[in-house]
């Protein structure tokens, strides 16, 4: 009877200066084993050796686990293929036959493995983040019909960066940020086959293939705007009214659709909100704004939920009724140049914009960046500050208070 089990070995001459153990599959047969590298290390307490897998706490543990799984079905269908040719399947065997290598035919190449990197992230990524995947897939899928090509491992070099480019930015006429997701998309499958040793091209590292990105012109609704929109009287559309209150809880909140939109009663601390984030897991602590409690109080603790996309579209009727008419120019960096598109305000609404004004709005009233960073959970000021929406004018006048506060402002005359 043959055996195999991934095991993890701690020996010195297995453990990395790093502290990382190299991932084994031990194959018996007979009593007699066999012991076979995957290739693969970990840090010994992200290691489960009962399950034989890596723990849910490691980075990729989900991809890994994957690749793990398909090291030992390859000993097993070694030993399996043996049998059925009458063939002792004896450990001597085994190796011979893992370590002459996998066949090319065995390793998926770039478009199929792309496929097979969606399944994978389905297990730990966002359905939000998988759709990125798909939509990136879909772009690839396009490129290689319109340009009659076809995309392996060695492909994805300088060349296809540059021709990828122009296709996205020239013939779909799509901005440098939406070219600049789907390069980080592809870097990424690029990376997870390479651990794998599916491939050897490093060319998708270099410094020019980079994945572009430019900040987007966005609104923010100041607190005057917000309370307007409060006041709205939409008692006759119980359906906006809904959507309206629920964004204004993401608008003094500060978090993400995707955690204002399931804010429960197990939420409040006293007079505050403490939630643990869909998008990294950090726990943030939120004062809870009056005109929140009031709408928590009007809706009995069960704030409404919906769909990103229904309240998208309905905050266009809520803006506006409210009267957000202002005209707003936004600008979009296009092969062809700067690209200018002017809208009224209420167009440009979407869910985000209640996290982008609460931010915005507690920077302008004189809150430091940090401060704030905390409440919103932005891990880095770079990320943060892509929110923020002030002119020249608001950051001096920011400025001049913050020195009036301190003493050190003297007029001129």
């Known amino acids: 009877m043959s055996t195999t089990k991934l095991i993890l070995r701690s020996n010195p001459g297995c453990t990395t200066k790093d502290g990382e153990s190299l991932i084994f599959v031990r194959y018996c047969h007979q009593?007699?084993?066999?012991?076979?590298?995957?290739g693969e290390k970990v840090?010994?307490?992200?290691?489960?050796?009962?399950?034989?897998?890596?723990?849910?706490?490691?980075?990729?543990?989900?991809?890994?686990n994957s690749y793990l799984k398909s090291v030992k079905e390859r000993i097993d269908n070694i030993a399996r293929e043996a049998k059925f040719r009458n063939i002792e399947p004896s450990a001597a065997y085994v190796r011979e036959k893992f370590t002459a290598g996998a066949k090319a035919s065995d390793i998926p190449d770039f478009m199929p493995f792309f496929l097979q990197f969606i399944e994978e992230s389905k297990a730990e990524k966002k359905p939000a983040t998988v759709k990125t995947y798909v939509t990136t897939l879909h772009h690839l899928q396009n490129y290689q019909k319109k340009r009659k090509v076809s995309l392996n491992w060695d492909s994805i070099d300088m060349t296809f960066y540059t021709g990828f480019k122009r296709f996205q930015m020239v013939d779909l006429n799509l901005t440098r940020n939406a070219f600049g997701k789907n390069i980080r998309v592809i870097k990424a499958v690029m990376n997870v086959a390479l651990e794998r040793r599916y491939h050897s091209n490093h060319e998708f590292k270099s410094r020019g293939f980079v994945a572009?990105?430019?900040?987007?012109?966005?609104?923010?609704?100041?607190?005057k705007e917000l309370q307007k929109m409060l006041d709205l009287d939409l008692s006759s559309r119980p359906r906006l009214e809904r959507l309206r209150d629920l964004?204004?809880?993401?608008?003094?909140?500060?978090l993400r659709f995707s955690d204002f939109n399931q804010i429960k009663m197990s939420n409040v601390e006293g007079n505050f909100f403490k939630i643990t984030t869909e998008k990294g897991g950090q726990k943030v602590t939120i004062p809870i704004h009056p005109n929140v409690v009031q709408i928590m109080h009007k809706y009995e603790g069960v704030l409404p939920t919906t769909t990103n996309q229904e309240l998208n579209r309905c905050l266009k009727d809520i803006g506006l009724l409210t009267g957000l008419t202002d005209t707003v120019t936004v600008t979009r960096m296009k092969a062809s140049g700067k690209e200018e598109t002017t809208y009224k305000k209420y167009e440009r609404i979407t869910t985000h914009t209640a996290r982008r004004s609460f931010a915005t709005n507690l920077v302008l009233s004189g809150f430091g960046s940090l401060t704030v960073m905390r409440i919103t959970g932005?891990?880095?000021?770079?990320?943060?500050?892509?929110?923020?929406?002030?002119?020249?004018?608001?950051?001096a006048v920011l400025l001049e208070k913050h020195w009036q506060e301190n003493g050190a402002h003297l007029k001129v005359a």
């Open 378 to 395: 932005h891990r880095t000021e770079k990320a943060f500050l892509k929110y923020i929406r002030t002119t020249n004018e608001q950051a």
């Open 43 to 64: 840090p010994v307490k992200s290691w489960d050796q009962t399950r034989e897998e890596v723990r849910k706490s490691h980075r990729g543990f989900s991809a890994l």
């Open 247 to 254: 964004f204004y809880v993401g608008a003094y909140t500060g």
């Open 212 to 223: 572009l990105e430019e900040t987007a012109d966005t609104i923010y609704l100041t607190e």
């Open 31 to 38: 009593r007699k084993q066999t012991v076979l590298s995957t």
